[in-house]
């Protein structure tokens, strides 16, 4: 069984202004499939407009599709009632590319990457503490920064917590949504590396959008290529592709 299937997955957005009458429409992804295996890094690449996001989050539930499904773990992402798409959550993690946003200002790095452990586990506060240590060390910070608070710290410190937070349940999958986009690109690298050991070290699954093709194929085992709205490629890391 795949562990994310997409299947036929159209969304539209409809603007609330009309021009001359009629109303905007923007066909943002039309009639996607998709399919993520377990323990595989599916890179989904394509020019700045071209429907990535949105399909990211309609894989994650923040956007309903027009039509088609969203399969994750055998069950219909779509179909299940807010509960259960809450519930599945857990095993479905994101990183964006904004992690400034992504965290809170006021607060610092223990409450940052605890907030999922105190959502769904029943840890005592000194386990709790424990194992946001852990994920610290996982993701290459220092133990000390447990107490510090965001802005003291760089972009590519900054997506770390962001991944740790994202790892801390141990999730099947991962979206990360042009999350090394904001970083200079010797960072880049880094956090590249770090996603591949983890990808080993957990068993996780990665989508990887990105623009950026070559970082791409630094990552991905599959590839896909999308353009205004459609995957019109598809294989084996990119490398493949060049030499179709
Ligand atoms: P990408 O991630 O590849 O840059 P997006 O999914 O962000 O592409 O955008 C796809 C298209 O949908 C673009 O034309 C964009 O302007 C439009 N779009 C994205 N979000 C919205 C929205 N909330 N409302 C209306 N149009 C949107
Ligand atoms: P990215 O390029 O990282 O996908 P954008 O800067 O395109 O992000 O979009 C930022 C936010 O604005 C997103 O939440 C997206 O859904 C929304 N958005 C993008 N294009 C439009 C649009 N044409 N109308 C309304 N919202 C949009």
Redesign the pocket.
């Known amino acids: 069984m795949s562990l994310l299937k997409v299947e036929n997955v159209s969304k539209v957005?409809k603007?609330d202004r009309f021009l001359w009458g009629q109303q905007r429409i923007?066909e943002a992804v039309k009639n996607v499939d998709l399919i993520i295996e377990e323990g595989t890094c599916l890179g989904l690449v394509g020019e700045?407009?071209c429907g990535?996001?949105?399909l990211g989050?309609v894989i994650l539930g923040l956007l309903k599709p027009n039509e088609g499904e969203v399969i994750f773990q055998g069950k219909n992402f779509c179909k299940s009632n807010g509960r259960r798409q809450y519930g599945l959550r857990r095993d479905l993690q994101v990183v964006?590319?904004?992690y400034s946003s992504s965290v809170n200002p006021k607060h610092n790095v223990e409450k940052i990457i605890s907030e999922p452990i105190r959502n769904y586990l029943k840890l005592s506060p000194l386990e709790e503490k424990k194992k946001v240590l852990e994920l610290l060390e996982i993701v290459g910070l220092n133990q000390n920064d447990i107490k510090k608070y965001p802005h003291q710290f760089s972009g590519g410190q900054l997506q770390r917590i962001c991944i740790a937070k994202a790892i801390a349940l141990k999730p099947k999958l991962i979206v990360l949504?042009?999350a090394i986009?904001s970083l200079d690109v010797s960072v880049q690298a880094q956090i590249l590396n770090l996603l591949l050991s983890l990808k080993e070290q957990f068993h996780l699954s990665y989508l990887f959008i990105s623009h950026d093709i070559e970082a791409v194929s630094y990552i991905a085992d599959r590839v896909a290529i999308m353009y205004l709205g459609r995957i019109v490629e598809e294989a084996e890391n990119i490398k493949n592709l060049e030499e179709l």
Do not use: N, V
Request: glycine letters at 6%.
């Open positions: 957005y603007s923007t700045s407009g990535k996001s949105t989050k964006f590319q904004d949504d042009e986009s």
